[in-house]
């Protein structure tokens, strides 16, 4: 329950950042290896007293296959300012304020340039006023927001699905996406041609990736939604390589999708899927890689070339950078060089991997400890008690789970600082983490690791009264609990933590 909730959290978080700029040409994919600048300043009311606001920042990365986070703290003058790296000659950034989560927007960065945001708040920290420069389609912005609320919300009665053929629950998959589209999006007439596009492309990404995608988890709370049986489980059929024909409905090499905020999940959801089993790139040249790719995938997709398949590739060596944490060997440093020459993807890929070679020089070896055999009410007592004389950072985690491997990305270099020094990060998941996926993943993450059962896992969720994902928990030397809370609060206020109790 706790994994298909976030999951739908972070499909939420997702589609709210649909709003795209209009009259972009979005005719060609231009890929840059670049930067951008956001500046802007947070007014509230003078008798509302805030201190250390935080603009949260999502950025897409498309031949990078993820999504860089950043926390930027508000100066005193309300003024704040963020330099990233881009990959594309436009791109649209994600960003909210911690004075209300529920307020999303998404304005465009182009490469060399700056974009300015002002952001006004009432006394009930609704958000009054917003001012773009350059500026944007303010009433767009307001209604693609209350647009995507309405999609995700509206439905029928659940349809049961479990006991339908393969054929029949994609088709039903693609006739729920075309019916919001049609019921919600095409009707809106405050929304432009453009923007309509937009959101159905949005969304049907995303409604894919944690449906058709997600067979045998959907299957699951399907049959529970439709019989309310809890307990019994449905036969799960199983799926060939042939079911993800429905791939080339999407038209990938289209510069359009190719843009959508949801892309760089759907090329990380393919090169992982254990069905498709499309081979690691290693030290293969890349002609020859995408050769055996193409024989998996190019009836599947609809097509044999174009920008896609070096999209695809890109982001091949991307999982090593970003999952693993292991730099480029000296060999594909070559491929790289003698494939994309002196190109905006390898000056992309060379730029990601200067910084794992400096993540891979502060790295901790990975530990995966066993604890299978300890019974349910000791395993908290069982962890904390190896690590005496330690602070004890905890981070409660899944490999489906977005937003946690979101917060180890973003927490990387600062964990790096604390490399030797008198404290041990410990990560725990549980079964719902594919082991195969778990055991790939950890090799990026390092340090202390524990995959529990499912009585461990619930025990220590109920144990510190968490109902989600990810959770932290924090204890000093003496191995006494000093913290525990749900949601990663960024970087600085987690190294504040840790160096207090360190002193």
């Known amino acids: 329950m706790i994994k298909i909730k976030l999951i739908f959290l972070c499909c939420i978080a997702f589609f709210l950042s649909c709003n795209q700029t209009i009259g972009m040409d979005t005719s060609t994919t231009n890929v840059v290896a670049g930067t951008s600048k956001i500046t802007g300043k947070i007014i509230i009311p003078d008798d509302i007293r805030e201190n250390d606001i935080q603009v949260k920042f999502k950025i897409p990365l498309l031949i990078s296959g993820q999504y860089s986070t950043y926390d930027c703290l508000v100066d005193q003058s309300g003024e704040f300012s963020l330099d990233f790296d881009v990959e594309t000659d436009t791109t649209f950034v994600l960003l909210y304020t911690d004075l209300n989560f529920n307020k999303?927007?998404?304005?465009?960065?182009?490469?060399?340039?700056?974009?300015?945001?002002?952001?006004?708040y009432d006394s009930h920290l609704e958000v009054k006023n917003v001012e773009v420069n350059p500026s944007l389609s303010k009433p767009e912005i307001i209604r693609i927001v209350d647009v995507l609320n309405k999609m995700m919300a509206y439905g029928r009665s659940p349809t049961p699905l479990y006991d339908k053929?393969?054929?029949?629950?994609?088709?039903?998959?693609?006739?729920?996406?075309s019916e919001k589209s049609e019921v919600i999006?095409?009707?809106?007439?405050?929304?432009?041609?453009?923007?309509?596009?937009?959101?159905?492309?949005?969304?049907r990404l995303y409604?894919?990736?944690?449906?058709?995608?997600?067979?045998?988890?959907?299957?699951?709370?399907?049959?529970?939604?439709?019989?309310?049986?809890?307990?019994?489980?449905?036969?799960?059929?199983?799926?060939?390589?042939?079911?993800?024909?429905?791939?080339?409905?999407?038209?990938?090499?289209?510069?359009?999708?190719?843009?959508?905020?949801?892309?760089?999940?759907?090329?990380k959801t393919i090169l992982q899927n254990e069905i498709l089993d499309l081979p690691p790139i290693g030290e293969s040249d890349i002609p020859s890689w995408l050769a055996r790719v193409k024989v998996i995938l190019a009836d599947l997709v609809g097509f044999e070339d174009g920008l896609y398949y070096d999209i695809l590739a890109a982001n091949a060596y991307s999982q090593q950078l970003?999952?693993?944490?292991?730099?480029?060997?000296?060999?594909?440093?070559?491929?790289?060089?003698?494939?994309?020459?002196?190109?905006?993807?390898?000056?992309?890929?060379?730029?990601?991997?200067?910084?794992?070679?400096?993540?891979?020089?502060?790295?901790?070896?990975?530990?995966?400890?066993?604890?299978?055999?300890?019974?349910?009410?000791?395993?908290?007592?069982?962890?904390?008690?190896?690590?005496?004389?330690?602070?004890?950072?905890?981070?409660?985690?899944?490999?489906?789970?977005?937003?946690?491997?979101?917060?180890?990305?973003?927490f990387s270099d600062t964990k790096g600082q604390f490399k030797d020094k008198n404290v041990v990060f410990v990560y725990i998941t549980n079964g719902s983490s594919p082991q195969k996926l778990w055991e790939a993943k950890i090799q990026g993450i390092g340090s202390d690791h524990y995959y529990l059962n499912k009585d461990q896992w619930y025990?220590?969720?109920?144990?510190?009264?968490?109902?989600?994902?990810?959770?932290?928990?924090?204890?000093?030397?003496?191995?006494?609990?000093?913290?525990?809370?749900?949601?990663?609060?960024?970087?600085e206020k987690v190294k504040e933590m840790i160096d207090g109790l360190l002193k």
């Not at 999303?104 to 006004?120: R, S």
């Not at 053929?165 to 996406?177: A, G, Y």
């Not at 609990?481 to 990663?488: D, H, P, Q, R």
């Open 104 to 120: 999303v927007f998404m304005v465009e960065a182009v490469n060399g340039g700056v974009t300015n945001l002002d952001i006004t």
């Open 165 to 177: 053929s393969l054929d029949e629950f994609l088709d039903n998959t693609k006739s729920v996406v």
């Open 185 to 203: 999006v095409d009707k809106d007439s405050l929304l432009s041609k453009e923007v309509k596009r937009i959101i159905s492309e949005e969304y």
């Open 207 to 267: 409604h894919y990736l944690y449906s058709a995608f997600e067979y045998e988890d959907y299957m699951k709370m399907n049959y529970r939604n439709t019989t309310r049986d809890t307990v019994g489980k449905p036969t799960i059929q199983k799926i060939e390589r042939t079911y993800f024909s429905f791939l080339k409905d999407f038209n990938f090499n289209d510069p359009h999708v190719q843009q959508r905020f949801a892309f760089p999940e759907m090329q």
């Open 322 to 410: 970003n999952e693993q944490v292991k730099p480029l060997t000296e060999k594909q440093k070559a491929h790289i060089a003698h494939y994309w020459k002196v190109g905006e993807i390898a000056k992309i890929l060379f730029r990601n991997n200067e910084r794992v070679v400096e993540l891979d020089k502060v790295k901790s070896p990975v530990v995966v400890n066993d604890v299978s055999t300890v019974a349910q009410d000791q395993i908290i007592e069982n962890i904390v008690s190896k690590y005496k004389g330690k602070v004890i950072f905890i981070d409660l985690w899944a490999t489906w789970c977005g937003p946690c491997l979101e917060a180890m990305n973003q």
């Open 459 to 491: 025990y220590m969720m109920n144990h510190f009264g968490f109902e989600g994902i990810p959770s932290y928990v924090l204890y000093n030397k003496e191995g006494t609990l000093v913290k525990k809370f749900t949601g990663f609060p960024g970087n």
